[in-house]
């Protein structure tokens, strides 16, 4: 057994995140695919390892005991530690690390994947609900375009799990329905994240949520 299973699918930023980090990390780690799309983050056996419902979650099969944790800024997080690498090593990097992570989860993961959800799988089409994502995206998009003015990373000298984090879902922008060309600070930071050691897709980490045989959506 890997020191490390994660329950994970590729459609899913918040999953590509944590398998990144894995990854760049090199370390022993393996996938548990979540067929997300005909249900099962809904059902009881998925609820009692998660009672969010949600993915990723994280098992680290220690010597004492295996330890689950579950949401990805809450993995990046442990994982970091663990791994001793992509963390903060001042008190000050601590705070502005935490800062991006809460502001990814609440302002542009938190638009993005919705956004995503409802225009390229689901296919609702241009609706209020849509628009609103968008443009809530877009604003979150500026703040990181500016962040990023005449500096590398988010949150440090170097990459950490903030950049992990704000990235998971930006790979897939014509999923999306959005485009960098106003944003080359973004683009310029995304293809540095692209040439990290390591640096693999999600769909070369991780199997797909949806049945292969039906390709359920």
């Known amino acids: 057994m890997a020191e490390y299973t994660l329950h994970c699918f590729w459609e899913s930023g918040n999953a590509y995140k944590a398998a990144l980090l894995l990854?760049?990390?090199d370390a022993d780690w393996e996938v548990r695919r979540v067929a997300f799309f005909t249900g099962e983050t809904r059902r009881e056996p998925f609820r009692d390892l998660n009672v969010m419902g949600e993915v990723p979650v994280l098992e680290h099969h220690r010597d004492d005991g295996d330890f689950t944790v579950t949401q990805s800024g809450a993995i990046l997080t442990y994982l970091a530690r663990k791994l001793g690498r992509f963390g903060p090593e001042t008190e000050a990097e601590e705070f502005e690390v935490m800062r991006w992570l809460l502001f990814d989860s609440q302002k542009l993961s938190g638009y993005a994947g919705p956004l995503?959800?409802?225009?390229?799988?689901?296919?609702?089409?241009?609706?209020?609900?849509?628009?609103?994502?968008?443009?809530?995206?877009?604003?979150?998009?500026?703040?990181?375009?500016?962040r990023l003015e005449g500096r590398d990373w988010i949150a440090a000298d170097r990459p950490t799990i903030a950049d992990l984090a704000l990235c998971g879902y930006l790979f897939w922008p014509d999923q999306i329905g959005?485009?960098?060309?106003?944003?080359?600070?973004?683009?310029?930071?995304?293809?540095?994240?692209?040439?990290?050691?390591?640096?693999?897709?999600?769909?070369?980490?991780m199997p797909s949520g949806r049945e292969p045989d039906t390709a359920t959506a």
């Open 116 to 146: 995503r959800f409802l225009r390229f799988f689901m296919k609702k089409g241009e609706t209020d609900e849509v628009q609103f994502l968008h443009a809530r995206l877009l604003t979150a998009l500026n703040i990181l375009e500016a």
């Open 23 to 25: 990854e760049l990390c």
């Open 178 to 205: 959005i485009t960098f060309d106003d944003l080359p600070n973004v683009s310029a930071w995304l293809a540095r994240i692209a040439a990290l050691p390591g640096y693999s897709r999600a769909e070369d980490l």
